[in-house]
Structure formats: C-alpha cells, structure tokens
C-alpha cells in the first residue's frame, strides 16, 4: 500500500461519516491528526481523544501499562491446562505461545510508524489502514471491543465473585452477608471511580498498582506450596492425563492461548509515548516490552509448573471460574493467606479495568467529537464512561456463566494476538512476494487463523457434551 494511500486512509473519520475528506499532503507532517469536518476543515483529533490526548509516556509508564494489561486472571487457567496436557506438552506449549506473542508484538510496535509522519495509535486504525474501510471494520470492530468490554464484563464477574469469597473467609460463621448481585455492585461502583481519569498516561499509577498486585498474588500463589514442601504429601497426587479427547486437549491449549493477554493495546500504549525522528517511540516501548514480559514470563511459569506440582489431578482441567481456583487456598492454607491473595487479586482486576476500557471510551468520544467539532467536557465523559461501565455490569449481571466460554468467544479474539500482525505487517511494509519474511508471516498468521477455527470447534463440542447450565440475568 502506497503512503499516500495510507494517508487517507489515515483520514477515517471524515470516510466514515460521509464528510469532506481533508486529504493530508504528500509531504506528511511529523505527527498528523486524524480529522472529521464536513466542510473539509480539520480538527486536532488526536489532542482531544484519551487515547493520545498525552504523549508525555515514558519507558516506565509504558512499562507498567504493558505488565498491567498484560498480566491479568487468566494467568490462574494455566495450571488447568496443565493438568490436561501434562508437564511436556504443558511446558512446550506455554513456551512457544510466548514466543509467538513477543514475534507479534514486535509487528505491532515496528507498524505503529510504518509510515512516515503516521502513527497508528488505535488497533483498529491500523487494521483499516492495512485491510481497507469494509474489511479492515469486518474483521477488526468485534474482536477489538470484545477485548475491552468483554474483558471488563469478565473482570466484574470475576472480581464481584472474589469479593463475595473473601467475605465468606473473613466472616466468623461462614455466612455471606452479600449477594453475589450486590458484590457486583460493589466492583462496579469502585471500577466507574477509577475510570474518571482523564487519558491513558494518566492510569500509570493505577497501572502500578496492578502489575505490583498482579506479582503479589502470583508469588503468593506459587511460593505457598514450596514453603509447605515438609508438611506436603505429594503420594497422592497424579500427574496422568486422563481424558486424551480432541475437544479437551484443544481446549487446554485455548487456555494457554487466551492467557496471552494485551496485544491489543500495544499501539494505544505506544500513542502515550513521545516520538521524533532522532528517538522513534519503537526504540521506547520495545525496551518497555523486554523489561514487562520478563517479569510476566516468570509470573506465567511459576504459576503454571508449580501449582501443576502441588495439585496435580485435583485441579479442574475444564477451566471455568477463577475462583475453582482461589478455593483451594481457601481449604489448605490460613485465613491470613486466603485473605492476602484475594485481595490483591481483587485490586488487580480494579486496576485492569479503565486501561482495557479505554479503548471503548476512545471510541464513544470519537463518534462526540467528529460530530460536535469540540473535545469532550468533563461531564460528557464522565457520563460516556458510566454509561459503558453500566453496559459492562448488565453483560456480566446478564451471562454470569461467560467464564465458561473463555475459549469459544476468546477464540475470536486471539486473531488480534496470533494471526492479524502478521498480515497487516505484509500489507504496510510489502515485503518482496514469497520472500522469507514474506512466507514466514503467512505460514504464521495462517496457523493461528486455523487453531482459532479449531478452538471454536474444541470448545463447541465440549460444551455438547458437558453442557452449559445458564442462568440469564441471575447472578
């Protein structure tokens, strides 16, 4: 695709709403604004919208919203997969998904100014610029706003569940004062206060707050069975696979998948960071990205091979609700240590939150300003961002079971990880046809455009067969 081809494309919004396109020159200046005016006049968009109203980012605050979105709940699904894979397939597997997310990963922060004078700050800006308007929509909108409300529709279930567990551990008869509806409440209430910040850069302390969470509850989580290896009798746990069936084994792999979290706010964290042609924001966030996965690929590990050590058989190998999880730490450790890990965990699901919404509020403020030709005031967006909170409580108030169907909706979203870079890398940067780069990112994104449509069909039939007990609107 040609640059000037790209640089309207770049112009979306007025394409997309039937304005007067303001077609950048071929000259394009060093950080141009997307803009909508139905005159063919131009407004500063990239300034007004939260995305890029700050690019005052440095390699720490990109470090921390990398760990943050990076490192979330379904690190705790790993373990499961374990315990249907077994410790070689396990390990094999969890390694070279970790490698192929950093593969993709390094696409995604060499396209983010693939073109000179472009910066490609939104997902699925880069996924219209790479597959056209129609397409680029098509196979980019759903996946995109499904890893940012689905994820925080998931976080309000998982955290309002949490809450209500770490009630039950504190209360001295073992009653629960609160319904799980109300623990939702609860969650939801303190996440609309925490999304009141202004943009993207300004969440780095809550970002630091949740990576810091996130290593607590994980050291916690793998470090409490080797400090009890003495008291520990390990003869009767089995480490045998038992159920070898294509739709489990498929699924255990979806679970490693999924775990993959935050390729699809690579380039939005990226947009916070400054650039020049001197010190290019890649340079910044690939140094951001080594430092972040580091510490994630020790947490993932750690947690995956020792838990898997400590609980062997006894753990769930269908996934389902973190929780499942969690309760075993409840039965076999003290309250004190029950207690530390949901909280910490409940903190970290608080924190994930505004920067996985982030892309929504993004959006909604978009369609505002294009529209009005102003930024949004203060109380538009506070009302923009309580509204999605509202539309994400409803969604988890409404399908309470969505945890069940990790792999099968979550299967969708992993072309964003696995599959979408690969091509759009191929489409911006139009390496020489059946070339090496050229034939190794086809052969890639292909295999993950097919272990997707597979995982879909693992999870759909073990659905088939166990079944889905759902509960409309009944938490």
């Known amino acids: 695709m040609s640059k000037k081809a790209l640089a309207t494309l770049f112009d ?88 192929w997310k950093l593969y993709t990963i390094w696409l995604l922060v060499h396209l983010h100014e693939a073109v000179h004078g472009i910066r490609f700050s939104r997902y699925l800006r880069l996924a219209i610029a790479s597959f056209g308007v129609k397409l680029g929509k098509l196979l980019g909108i759903f996946p995109v706003m499904y890893l940012s409300g689905g994820a925080c529709s998931i976080l309000v279930i998982t955290g309002g569940k949490t809450i209500k567990q770490l009630v039950h551990i504190m209360s001295e008869d073992g009653k629960v ?13 303190l996440a609309v206060v925490m999304c009141q910040f202004p943009n993207l850069n300004s969440l780095f302390g809550l970002s630091l707050i949740g990576g810091v969470m996130a290593i607590a509850y994980c050291t916690a989580i793998w470090s409490l069975p080797l400090a009890s290896i003495p008291h520990r009798n390990q003869n009767n746990i089995s480490y045998a696979t038992k159920d070898t069936s294509f739709d489990t084994i498929f699924n255990a792999i979806g679970l490693i998948a999924i775990s993959f979290r935050g390729n699809n706010l690579i380039l939005e964290i990226q947009g916070t960071l400054p650039s020049d042609s001197k010190n290019p924001s890649r340079k910044t966030m690939w140094r951001a990205v080594v430092i972040s996965h580091v ?93 999605l909170c509202l539309v994400c409580f409803f969604v988890a108030v409404g399908f309470t079971f969505l945890p069940y169907l990790a792999v099968l909706i979550g299967a969708i979203g992993l072309l964003v990880t696995f599959t ?29 455009a097919s272990f997707s449509v597979l995982f879909v069909v693992a999870s759909a039939l073990r659905l088939a067969d166990k079944g889905l007990h759902a509960k409309f609107f009944n938490p």
């Open 420 to 448: 979408y870079p690969c091509f759009m890398w191929i489409s911006i940067k139009q390496p020489q046809r059946e070339s090496l780069m050229w034939w190794f990112n086809v052969s890639v994104g292909s295999i993950g």
């Open 12 to 99: 979306l919004e007025s394409q997309e709403r039937g304005g007067s396109p303001s077609f950048m020159s071929q000259t394009l200046s060093k950080d141009p604004q997307p803009t909508s005016d139905g005159d063919g006049g131009r407004i500063p968009l990239e300034e007004w919208l939260p995305i890029t109203e700050s690019r005052k980012g440095n390699v720490y605050t990109a470090t921390f919203h990398l760990f943050c979105s990076g490192l979330g709940l379904q690190v705790l699904l790993l373990p499961a997969a374990f315990a249907a894979l077994g410790w070689v397939w396990g390990v094999i597997i969890l390694t070279v998904g970790f490698v």
């Open 177 to 189: 004062p609160l319904t799980t509806l109300q623990c939702f409440v609860i969650f939801s209430c």
């Open 295 to 387: 510490f994630i690929a020790v947490c993932m590990f750690l947690v995956a091979i020792v838990v898997y050590w400590a609980y062997g058989d006894k753990i769930p190998a269908t996934g389902g609700p973190i929780g499942n999880y969690l309760e075993l730490y409840e039965q076999d450790y003290s309250k004190r240590a029950a207690c530390f890990i949901h909280i910490t965990f409940i903190i970290n699901c608080l924190c994930s939150y505004p920067i996985n919404l982030m892309p929504a509020c993004d959006n909604a403020e978009m369609v505002y300003t294009t529209k009005r030709h102003k930024p949004c005031s203060v109380f538009v967006r506070m009302m923009f961002r309580v509204f």
